[in-house]
């Protein structure tokens, strides 16, 4: 698929046909192509009736009984969604405490592709739009600051939303090496302000050059890095036959590059959120259990999805729930990576 500006809203996400949403996430993967994915990763029926400002009822919340549960991964305006089915989505999931993750500031570079892949490629709101739902719920959201690494004043944009509140930077999903001294303007901040920073990592789209995040790795160890999205995860197979191929599928062979980076780097972290996440524990769940177990200080629950829902098929989140509590060896490990790690990690 070629890169295009994705224009869906809410309503016609509800209302498209089932062969973009309904396919379940192996019969994405299964006709992954050898061209980068457009949009964000989604996996669902299209028919699911949007939730109202009032959470939808439910016979069984993914999260019912696990205990709390912190999502490290959603955004504002995801698609078109309004707010009230955003909580209403995160309620139905089960979630406690949600980390808002904005777009940077539209604009029309290289580094956004001419403006194609602004607001994450997915619709996502600006730094704004989170700071204002944590003013009114601050009990139950937090949120990341972003801005375009090469954008001018993204440096005073990033640390007036550190000095007011955010806790982290990300999502970073630009058309930059991961490498770049643009990219390295990011690590600085976060450094400085000894905060995290959520990186997307997608072939030839977003943060570019994956075998050179090691030196990223080495040079800022003081700072704590979250790998996301579809070149992070398609790298747990040290196997992996082609970086072009998003959701590879059938079984893992322990030790690739993503598994190395965090046995090697304590500074590392894995968001398990959407399609990919799901993919990666789901094609041979035997390798993630193991994953899982050998990397249980260091995984990260996060949902990722536009559904209005939060429950069912439609719902990514809802399914990686269930995925960690039916593949984690023990409780305890099921509760580092659905709260416990991130707790630690974000300080809250």
């Known amino acids: 698929m070629s890169i295009e500006e994705h224009r869906l809203t809410r309503r016609e996400i509800l209302a498209s046909s089932a062969v973009v949403l309904a396919s379940s996430l192996i019969a994405g993967a299964q006709t992954a192509t050898n061209t980068p994915a457009t949009g964000?990763?989604?996996?669902?029926?299209?028919?699911?009736?949007?939730?109202?400002?009032?959470?939808?009822?439910?016979?069984?919340?993914?999260?019912?009984?696990?205990g709390p549960i912190i999502d490290v991964h959603q955004h504002t305006t995801y698609l078109g969604r309004k707010n009230q089915d955003l909580f209403a989505h995160q309620h139905n999931m089960g979630v406690a405490l949600t980390v808002l993750l904005p777009g940077g500031t539209p604009t029309k570079r290289p580094s956004t592709h001419n403006g194609k892949t602004n607001g994450l490629y997915a619709g996502a709101g600006v730094t704004e739009t989170c700071h204002e739902i944590v003013k009114q719920r601050p009990t139950e959201y937090r949120y990341f600051v972003n801005e375009v690494p090469d954008l001018p004043g993204a440096k005073e944009r990033i640390e007036k939303f550190l000095n007011d509140g955010a806790i982290g930077i990300g999502e970073q999903k630009f058309n930059l090496?991961?490498?770049?001294?643009?990219?390295?303007?990011?690590?600085?901040?976060?450094?400085?302000?000894?905060?995290?920073?959520?990186?997307?990592?997608?072939?030839?789209?977003?943060?570019?050059?994956?075998?050179?995040?090691?030196?990223?790795?080495?040079?800022?160890?003081?700072?704590?890095?979250i790998?996301?999205?579809?070149?992070?995860?398609?790298?747990?197979?040290?196997?992996?036959?082609?970086?072009?191929?998003?959701?590879?599928?059938?079984?893992?062979?322990?030790?690739?590059?993503?598994?190395?980076?965090?046995?090697?780097?304590?500074?590392?972290?894995?968001?398990?959120?959407?399609?990919?996440?799901?993919?990666?524990?789901?094609?041979?769940?035997?390798?993630?259990?193991?994953?899982?177990?050998?990397?249980?200080?260091?995984?990260?629950?996060?949902?990722?999805?536009?559904?209005?829902?939060?429950?069912?098929?439609?719902?990514?989140?809802?399914?990686?729930?269930?995925?960690?509590?039916?593949?984690?060896?023990?409780?305890?490990?099921?509760?580092?990576?659905?709260?416990?790690?991130?707790?630690k990690l974000l300080r809250i």
């Open 177 to 225: 090496p991961v490498d770049s001294k643009e990219m390295e303007l990011i690590y600085d901040i976060a450094r400085a302000y000894k905060v995290p920073v959520l990186l997307h990592f997608q072939y030839e789209m977003f943060n570019t050059g994956y075998e050179n995040f090691q030196k990223v790795l080495k040079k800022y160890p003081d700072v704590n890095f």
């Open 40 to 66: 964000p990763e989604l996996i669902g029926d299209a028919t699911s009736k949007p939730a109202t400002s009032k959470p939808a009822t439910t016979t069984h919340a993914a999260g019912e009984g696990l």
């Open 227 to 343: 790998g996301h999205a579809q070149t992070f995860w398609a790298n747990i197979d040290a196997k992996h036959p082609d970086q072009k191929r998003l959701y590879p599928t059938g079984p893992v062979s322990k030790g690739g590059l993503t598994d190395r980076y965090l046995s090697d780097y304590p500074n590392l972290y894995g968001d398990l959120s959407a399609g990919s996440g799901l993919n990666s524990l789901k094609r041979d769940e035997d390798h993630a259990r193991g994953f899982i177990e050998r990397h249980q200080d260091r995984l990260l629950f996060g949902s990722d999805c536009p559904d209005p829902v939060g429950f069912g098929q439609p719902c990514t989140g809802s399914n990686l729930i269930t995925a960690i509590a039916k593949l984690s060896p023990t409780k305890q490990v099921m509760r580092k990576v659905l709260h416990d790690n991130a707790k």
